[in-house]
T-cell receptor
Framework: EDQVTQSPEALRLQEGESSSLNCSYT??????LFWYRQDPGKGPEFLFT???AGEEKEKERLKATLTKKESFLHITAPKPEDSATYLC???????????FGAGTTVTVRA | GAVVSQHPSRVICKSGTSVKIECRSL??????MFWYRQFPKKSLMLMAT?????????EQGVEKDKFLINHASLTLSTLTVTSAHPEDSSFYIC?????????FGPGTRLTVT
């Protein structure tokens, strides 16, 4: 069974204080690892797809990296508008289903 | 990115009544859509896979007769919560894949009184 574990559960940052979120996973043949952002009361917003170890993707202040066992989401010089819950999910080959982690709730204070 | 809509965004119903939630892919076709449920401060739990032209596939523990799914066309899937009870109150979210990525709707907040 696919498993996704995210840490920490919550992260409080000062504006400009860079940090990283962790997503550890076990999956029977990784097809893709996905990062989503979810604001309160809204559906998840797609951020990145990573396919293979060593891959990196960037979007504004966010950078996602992937190894064979985990993924990191780095937030560089965060702003209050980066406050959200960040969800990690994996998809196995031969399946459309996504297995989600519990998420990391990031709060950035001005 | 692709756009998925849901309607209604919020619904309040009385115990024992049924509620229908619509999920539409606005700018792409989806032969498969997914329905999730999310409890406060919890992650998304997959309820079922909606398949256009065939029966939905339900996850273990999800009651098929309570959560009726119909994939009427390549852009529309509906979830009907039948004989709703307060414990069915939750945030329901649908998603649709385009290629490998899945795009999510904005969610529907269901409150059963």
């Amino acid at each position: 069974e696919d498993q996704v574990t995210q840490s920490p559960e919550a992260l409080r940052l000062q504006e400009g204080e860079s940090s990283s979120l962790n997503c550890s996973y076990t999956v029977s043949g990784l097809r893709g690892l996905f990062w989503y952002r979810q604001d309160p009361g809204k559906g998840p917003e797609f951020l990145f797809t990573l396919y293979s170890a060593g891959e990196e993707k960037e979007k504004e202040r966010l950078k996602a990296t992937l190894t064979k066992k985990e993924s990191f989401l780095h937030i560089t010089a965060p702003k209050p508008e980066d406050s959200a819950t960040y969800l990690c999910a994996v998809q196995a080959w031969g399946d459309y289903k996504l297995s989600f982690g519990a998420g990391t709730t990031v709060t950035v204070r001005a | 990115g692709a756009v998925v809509s849901q309607h209604p965004s919020r619904v309040i119903c009385k115990s024992g009544t049924s509620v229908k939630i619509e999920c539409r892919s606005l700018d792409f076709q989806a032969t498969t859509m997914f329905w999730y449920r999310q409890f406060p401060k919890k992650s998304l739990m997959l309820m079922a896979t909606s398949n256009e032209g065939s029966k939905a596939t339900y996850e273990q523990g999800v009651e098929k007769d309570k959560f009726l799914i119909n994939h009427a066309s390549l852009t529309l899937s509906t979830l009907t919560v039948t004989s709703a009870h307060p414990e069915d109150s939750s945030f329901y979210i649908c998603s649709a894949p385009t290629g490998i990525e899945q795009y999510f709707g904005p969610g529907t907040r269901l409150t059963v009184t």
